[in-house]
């Protein structure tokens, strides 16, 4: 029985220094592609800057979270000491907020911790057991020593001759064609 073929999932591009790097992820967007990523061993200082990423939506996610929490738990608070159960405890009202505080704090901290776990999750599409780029040798080294740029085929710029002439023209020292 032959082979099934694999279509190409894409280019990857390999560079020896983050300064290389650093330049070929700021042609690649100034070029206009809008699938491709990096793979360093270790962060580079604005990388996401030459990358054109813009910011997180994370703490977004966490802050509202966090607020919805602390809400919440006030609510449940005032409804249980007020509504459901009314108790003169010492003279104090039915609603004593400053004893309440504790417990707001804490489940606006849990709402909040549990959303930048899940908002991270979300965000990076993880988990992902497999990705394409595990098909390649050479792609192992990007957490040893090497830099890596990685240009999806479902980019609308891609074309593999000319992103590969391109990807060696900004300093490459390896293009290859990686399969799904």
């Known amino acids: 029985m032959p ?3 694999r279509a190409p999932w894409g ?18 967007r100034d070029e206009g592609f809008t699938r491709w990523d990096t793979h360093t061993p270790f962060p580079v200082h604005g990388l996401e ?19 919805t929490g602390a ?4 609510l449940l608070q005032w409804w249980t000491s007020v509504v ?5 405890v010492g003279g104090k009202p039915y609603f004593s907020w400053p004893a309440f505080l504790p417990v707001t ?12 776990v899940l908002g991270l999750l979300a965000f990076c599409r993880l988990p992902r057991l497999h990705h394409s780029l595990f ?4 792609f192992e080294q990007f957490s040893d020593d ?35």
């Open 135 to 138: 098909h390649s040798k050479r």
């Open 11 to 28: 280019l990857l591009a390999q560079f020896e220094t983050p300064r290389d790097i650093f330049r070929a992820c700021e042609k690649v």
């Open 49 to 67: 800057k030459a990358m054109g990423l813009s910011r997180s939506k994370l703490p977004f996610v966490v802050a509202v979270l966090g607020f």
């Open 105 to 116: 704090f804490e489940l606006g901290v849990l709402f909040g911790s549990a959303g930048a």
């Open 3 to 5: 082979k099934k073929k």
């Open 71 to 74: 809400g919440l738990g006030m």
């Open 84 to 88: 459901d159960y009314p108790l003169v």
């Open 146 to 180: 090497k830099f890596f740029i990685s240009v999806e085929a479902k980019d609308p710029k891609f074309d593999r001759q000319a992103t590969a002439a391109f990807l060696e023209e900004l300093g490459a020292t390896h293009v290859e064609v990686v399969k799904k």
